[in-house]
């Protein structure tokens, strides 16, 4: 069944006067369990495309569904739930909180509804960190970890949640080759124990061999 | 011309060498209320010794002129009060109305015009205070060419409006030196803007007498 | 736990922080010393008017008597079987009532047996002259205008009930100096001359006993105090112009006022009460206070718009910042309203910190100048008073609240505003 559903989906940006289109009419479907990297050159709009993915952007023309609900016809507190329970999200640029430690940015997407109680809080954030292998690193600050390091930390916030899809914009972007093969191996493995889809982007061919699935995007259109 | 016919009109209101005394009751009527006192008068000169004998509460108050200083004392005080002869006396009669005028003395006259009243030709003086503790600033007086009698008033302001206006009648008589003269028997003093509000002034069995030099001096007046 | 963040947010740009703190705190303590000030004042003068001018909280004359006593002062007098009359409505109100008196004022002149100069003269009953100068408000608030003379007089009373008060430049008017104690005997006695009730004119003696200030440079020259009888004898009354009631509490003046008047309305009784705050009674206090509260509502208005711009500009430069933080925030589901809230807690922190730190800063400066007892003269006052700046504990809640108030609601305007980014456009920005 697909977890992810793209028909016809157009996005374009005014530039001046001028419209630029990013996206020209992609169909795309990912089914639940995946591990799909979206490759391409730069301004393809292959970011495009998982903005649009994860609700952070909506499309000009076209429909999206995520778990079968279509998101386009969603208001803005429907998307942030939307956001909040079923995606998870991972920057190139890790962005975490620097006054919070590590624990506490793991835990902030637990707090955003905070119905959760306190014990079962404490347990899915215990939980993610030890799957990321950060315990030992729970009250540090980010400005205390590695590269490598914060990134884990990004997606084990991004899990914590529980989502069904994670979304990664060029997750290992500033990371060194070493680092970018570790953080791609966790997620690979995490999408097998936890069979949690993730949809991620990037520009390195070095990383193909890695991931199940790939889809290429050129100008604005798959085309693999 | 005009001080001298100031000095005649002032003879006739009580101001002589010589001693007199003659009694004045002062009627007042007030906003439809009426009240009278009674003063015994002794003059002399410029000087004047004026006391109260009704209603019974004033009896015994001394208004003492002299010179162009005034004085109040009664018997509970110590001492007397210097007071100025604008002072309210009662209604529309000032301290200074009772007892004998010195315009002459105290005002600037002009003539500024003669009239005919009742026959007679008046002369209208205009007359400027000397000193600023006058009973009033300006006075329009009207004189009787013939008998020297002060007929009319009009006291003015400063601006020159009348606030009061006064008829006099000299029905009394005095006999100086062998020789008859005029005294004055009756003055009403008239609000100028509200003509019910008036005081008339009656003055009584005016006679000459000797008055001693003590009765005006003011040292005297002391408990 | 955003409380934890907002807090420790305020230390990511301690620079901007301690910049928009001391704006905050330069406010708060403007504010809180002008307010405490203005509140000495008030409560100064108001002593003044109400005890040391015997106005009473509430005074009571005649129907028009106000207006037209002097005028007519047999027609607009208070009675004995008037103030009976008086008393008798005064009854349920009892328990709000410290005590009555009795005031008469009038003209006349002052002689010395050479010279006289007008004066304007007020006679209070000895009972009330008695407690107001020795009243613990004015002991507390209006003691500037206070000498050691006017707490001499009610003894000064008790031993000659011929003794008059009058104010230094009024003595030296009449060639007698301050102190009148040093006066011989022959010296201290004067005679007050003045038209009594049926148009005449009057006169008693008097004795020179001590001094006092009217508290207003314009009566500083004729003003005169004196036992209440020996003016009802100089007016020839048994009259009063008017009765003063004191209340216990201050606060319940306008309320008792009211209740006093309508109950005269209801009964037919030809009286008006006044409220000591009314203008015709004490012109200096509502004249003063107008000026002193319209001069504080600029103030008020000037500072809050300053702390609004810190606030605004503080936070605007913040949200610069972490764009792409707060773009975050977004991505993992928090509402705008959400983070509006955050950045608003965050100033709601530092109107927290710079209200504790005003509150300090305002107790210091305050105790450095009141310990300088710096002395000045107002406009229109002729003694010396002290320039004293207190923090009042109810002024500092007013404010700190005020300050919550206006730092929140523009905090989460500005915020709310700036938020409505699209979150793609916030994620994309580097911030500065």
């Known amino acids: 069944m697909s977890l992810v559903q793209l028909k016809n989906v157009k996005k374009s ?57 279509e998101v386009t016809q969603m208001n803005e507190l429907q998307q942030c739930s939307l956001r909040n329970e079923k995606i998870g999200f991972i920057f190139q640029s890790f962005n975490l909180v620097p006054v919070l430690n590590i624990w506490e940015n793991i835990e902030l997407p637990l707090l955003v509804k905070a119905n959760l109680p306190l014990d079962q809080r404490n347990q899915r954030v215990q939980s993610v960190i030890q799957s990321v292998g950060l315990e030992t690193f729970k009250h540090h600050r980010p400005d205390q970890l590695s590269g490598g390091q914060r990134q884990r930390v990004a997606i084990a916030r991004a899990l914590v949640t529980q989502p069904s899809l994670v979304l990664a914009d060029e997750p290992t972007a500033n990371l060194d080759s070493k680092t970018a093969h570790m953080i791609l191996d966790l997620m690979a493995e995490l999408n097998k124990t936890q069979n949690v889809t993730f949809l991620f982007c990037s520009h390195d061919e070095k990383l193909i061999g890695r991931v199940g699935r790939i889809v290429r995007i050129h100008d604005g259109l798959i085309v693999e | 011309m005009e001080v001298e016919l100031l000095k005649a009109s002032d003879r006739l209101r009580g101001s002589l060498d010589s001693g007199l005394t003659w009694e004045s009751e002062v009627t007042t009527i007030e906003d439809g209320e009426s009240s009278t006192r009674k003063f015994k008068i002794r003059a002399a000169g410029v000087d004047a010794n004026v006391e109260a004998l009704e209603p019974a509460r004033n009896k015994g108050e001394i208004y003492l002129f002299n010179d162009r200083t005034m ?97 006099l009648q000299y029905d009394n008589q005095i006999t100086i030196n062998g020789q008859k003269l005029d005294f004055v028997s009756r003055m009403e003093i008239v609000d100028a803007k509200y003509e019910n509000n008036k005081s008339i002034l009656q003055y009584r069995n005016p006679v000459l007498e000797n008055h001693k030099k003590n009765l005006f001096q003011v040292n005297q007046l002391k408990r | 736990m955003m409380w934890k963040m907002a807090f420790r947010n305020l230390f990511r740009n301690k620079r901007r922080t301690i910049a928009t703190s001391a704006a905050v705190v330069a406010g708060f303590v403007g504010l809180t010393l002008l307010g405490g000030y203005i509140i000495y004042v008030e409560k100064g003068l108001k002593s003044h008017s109400v005890y040391l001018l015997n106005k009473g909280h509430i005074s009571i004359f005649k129907k028009e008597g106000l207006q037209r006593y002097h005028t007519r002062p047999s027609l607009y007098q208070l009675t004995p079987d ?18 009555t008196g009795l005031a008469i004022s009038g003209s006349g002149l002052i ?43 009610v003894s000064a009373i008790q031993k000659d009930p011929f003794s008059i008060s009058i104010t230094s430049r009024l003595g030296e008017m009449i060639q007698r100096k301050v102190p009148f104690k040093n006066l011989e005997p022959e010296k201290k006695n004067v005679q007050l001359a003045g038209m009594d009730i049926f148009g005449d004119l009057n006169a008693v003696d008097a004795t020179l006993s001590v001094s006092f200030s009217t508290g207003s440079d314009m ?29 216990n509490n201050d606060l319940d003046v306008a309320d008792l006022t009211n209740s006093i008047n309508q109950v005269f309305q209801t009964q037919n009784l030809p009286f008006e009460a006044y409220p000591f705050n009314d203008p015709r009674i004490s012109a200096n206090y509502v004249g003063s206070m107008g000026f002193l509260y319209a001069m504080a509502g600029f103030f008020v208005f000037l500072i809050c718009g300053a702390v609004a711009l810190s606030i605004v500009n503080s936070l605007t430069m913040g949200i610069l910042e972490r764009t792409r933080e707060i773009g975050t925030f977004r991505a993992i589901g928090y509402r705008p309203q959400q983070l509006s809230w955050l950045m608003t807690q965050e100033s709601l922190w530092l109107s927290l910190i710079c209200a504790v730190a005003g509150v300090i800063i305002s107790f210091v400066i305050g105790t450095i100048v009141n310990s300088l007892n710096i002395k000045f003269s107002p406009p229109g006052i002729s003694s010396e008073v002290q320039f004293a700046l207190f923090v009042n504990f109810y002024l500092v809640l007013l404010i700190a609240f005020l300050f919550f108030v206006l730092i929140g609601f523009t905090s989460y305007f500005v915020t709310h505003y700036k938020l409505k980014m699209k979150i793609v456009d916030l994620l994309s920005d580097s911030g500065s």
Request: glycine residues 8%; positive net charge.
């Open chain 1, 13 to 69: 940006y005014k530039l001046g006067e001028t419209w630029v289109p990013a996206l020209r009419g992609v169909n795309l479907e990912i089914r639940a369990g995946e591990f799909t990297s979206v490759i391409g050159a730069s301004g393809s709009g292959k970011s495009t495309l998982l903005n649009l993915v994860g609700c952070l952007d909506l499309p000009t023309e076209g429909s999206i569904q995520i778990g079968g609900q």
């Open chain 2, 71 to 167: 004085w109040f004392f009664k018997p509970s005080l110590k001492k007397p009060v210097a007071i100025s002869s604008r002072q309210k006396l009662s209604g529309q009669a000032a301290i200074g109305d009772i007892a004998s005028t010195n315009y002459a003395r105290d005002y600037t006259p002009v003539i500024e015009k003669t009239e005919t009243l009742n026959g007679e030709k008046v002369y209208v003086l205009m007359l400027q205070a000397k000193a600023n503790n006058l009973t009033y600033d300006k006075i329009r007086y009207w004189i009787s060419d013939k008998s020297k009698r002060a007929i009319k008033a009009e006291f003015l302001t400063l601006q020159g409006l009348p606030f009061k206006k006064a008829t």
């Open chain 3, 82 to 99: 008037d103030r009976q009359s008086i008393q008798k409505v005064l009854v349920p109100f009892k328990s709000s009532i410290e005590w």
């Open chain 3, 111 to 153: 002689s010395n047996g050479e010279k006289s100069v007008p004066f304007l003269a007020v006679g209070v009953d000895l009972e009330s002259l008695n407690k107001s100068v020795n009243h613990p408000q004015v002991l507390k608030w209006a003691r500037d205008f206070l000498t050691q003379d006017s707490l001499d007089f």
């Open chain 3, 219 to 247: 009566l500083e020259d004729s003003g005169l105090l004196a036992p209440f009888e020996l003016l009802q004898n100089l007016y020839g009354t048994d009259g009063a112009q008017y009765l003063m009631i004191y209340l």
